[in-house]
């Protein structure tokens, strides 16, 4: 019962937590955004969740936080493309804008 109500009391909360500070940490240490970050941040929290069950406890949550974590980094994956596809069209439009130089804006005739 303890279990029940640690699950629907904010200990999912914590495990999400900790879930996210093991993504980012892995996301500064590698420099990149994957799904290799993903994949082995889930599959760590899996493996911590069956520590009081031995070693097969440990497998199982491994593969089923690997699993679950696989199908969000999908997902995250999906939003990170096109998070990239939105800044290089910002940055395309800001390189295909003209801008004048100095010498161009004193040899333009004054308009009154």
């Given at each position: 019962?303890?279990?029940?109500?640690?699950?629907?009391?904010?200990?999912?909360?914590?495990?999400?937590?900790?879930?996210?500070?093991?993504?980012?940490?892995?996301?500064?240490?590698?420099?990149?955004?994957?799904?290799?970050?993903?994949l082995a941040?889930?599959?760590?929290?899996?493996?911590?969740?069956?520590?009081?069950?031995?070693?097969?406890?440990?497998?199982?949550?491994?593969?089923?936080?690997?699993?679950?974590?696989?199908?969000?980094?999908?997902?995250?994956?999906?939003?990170?493309?096109?998070?990239?596809?939105v800044e290089?069209?910002?940055?395309?439009?800001?390189?295909?804008?003209?801008t004048a130089?100095?010498?161009?804006?004193?040899?333009?005739?004054?308009?009154?």
């Amino acid at each position: 019962m303890k279990a029940d109500l640690c699950l629907t009391r904010g200990c999912m909360g914590s495990w999400f937590y900790c879930y996210s500070i093991m993504v980012q940490t892995l996301n500064h240490k590698r420099g990149k955004r994957d799904l290799w970050n993903v994949l082995a941040a889930g599959t760590t929290l899996g493996a911590s969740f069956g520590v009081t069950s031995g070693p097969r406890g440990i497998a199982m949550g491994g593969l089923g936080g690997g699993a679950l974590s696989l199908w969000f980094g999908l997902l995250l994956q999906g939003s990170w493309v096109l998070e990239n596809y939105v800044e290089k069209q910002k940055a395309l439009e800001q390189q295909s804008t003209p801008t004048a130089t100095m010498a161009e804006v004193k040899t333009q005739p004054e308009s009154s």
